[in-house]
């Protein structure tokens, strides 16, 4: 989903049911892979990481709410098979992290 001039760019809004949805923002000009009504699930591509929107570098901007886009409430998420680089010991994400996916 494109809205021209918008602040998040190239950005994606899933829809998880239950009024809880996620955003991804800022995907590489023209990479997004899927459209309005696609069925995703966990480990499909939905784009590339990118520089659009308001945004200097390549980056993902990420959360979930509890309405589609900006205006919802956060909802507090869980993230499984993640390492956290320069971690000395196991504990939560915090905010500025870097992360490796497996």
Known sequence: RLEK?????????????Q??????????????RVKKGDQ?????????????GNSTEPHLHFQITDKPGLGGAGIPMNFSNI??????LPRPLQSG??????
């Open 5 to 17: 001039g918008s602040i998040l760019g190239n950005y994606v809004v899933i829809d998880h049911g």
């Open 19 to 32: 009024s809880e949805f996620s955003l991804s923002a800022h995907f590489k000009p023209g990479t997004v």
């Open 97 to 102: 992290d870097i992360v490796i996916a497996k």
């Open 40 to 52: 995703v699930k966990a480990g499909d591509v939905i784009g590339q990481l990118g520089s659009s």
């Open 83 to 88: 390492t956290i680089l320069w971690a000395d």
